[in-house]
């Protein structure tokens, strides 16, 4: 079996803490391991998806595209390479001469953070922690759209229009330094994963 390691994405779901502190890994990671091995034991995918997701993974070079116009990036195209090391693996929606971005669609007006002065997401916190070390970059920024939902997707829900708006209310973004103390614990985590996995008996 492949040896474990973490994609940037789900990062996040590794770093939260055990309540008790003679515990390695919290519940919530230890669930998600055991996922992680079902799908490699049974060869199948777990399927996570929503109205939220699919709006995300249709619409996601349109996003890209705007996000690519609104914050002014010239020459700039969609990443496609895959960026992996002994511990993480992934692939940033853009990677710049200095810097990594990666974008995401919110739902609707009301999940948008237009009023945040802080990255509201801490899973995307990690994910662009990890995009930045496979990166060698030191800087990162997460980057919110706000886009008209597919028909496809919410055909009897509200049909929400966000076209007209300036583009001041339609793209917040946020932030983010690398903090090679964080890489450092979750490479551990990881190593720590590696651990349980090689005590399970099954």
């Not at 992996?84 to 710049?96: C, R």
């Not at 509200?158 to 001041?168: E, R």
């Not at 209310?169 to 349980?196: G, H, L, N, P, W």
Request: charged share 35%; hydrophobic share 35%; net charge negative.
């Amino acid at each position: 079996m492949q040896e474990f390691k973490i994609r940037a994405s789900a990062s996040g779901k590794i770093m939260t803490d055990a309540r008790a502190k003679k515990d390695l890994l919290s519940q919530t990671t230890i669930t998600y391991v055991q996922e992680w091995l079902k799908e490699r034991i049974y060869k199948v995918r777990k399927d996570f998806g929503n109205k939220y997701t699919q709006k995300g993974i249709q619409i996601e070079d349109e996003a890209i595209d705007k996000a690519i116009e609104w914050l002014d990036l010239p020459f700039t195209l969609k990443n496609e390479t895959y960026f992996e090391d002994d511990f993480f693996m992934g692939t940033p929606d853009l990677v710049l001469e200095d810097e990594v971005i990666d974008v995401k669609c919110s739902w609707d007006a009301f999940t948008f953070p237009l009023f945040e002065n802080e990255l509201p997401t801490k899973d995307y916190f990690y994910q662009v922690q990890v995009y930045m070390h496979l990166t060698g970059k030191k800087k990162a920024r997460v980057v919110y759209l706000l886009l008209n939902t597919p028909e496809n997707i919410a055909p009897y829900e509200f049909k929400d229009d966000y076209s007209t708006l300036d583009k001041k209310y339609r793209i917040k973004s946020f932030d983010v330094a690398y903090d090679a103390e964080i890489i450092e614990k979750m490479q551990t985590r990881v190593t720590d994963i590696r651990e349980y996995i090689n005590e399970l008996k099954f």
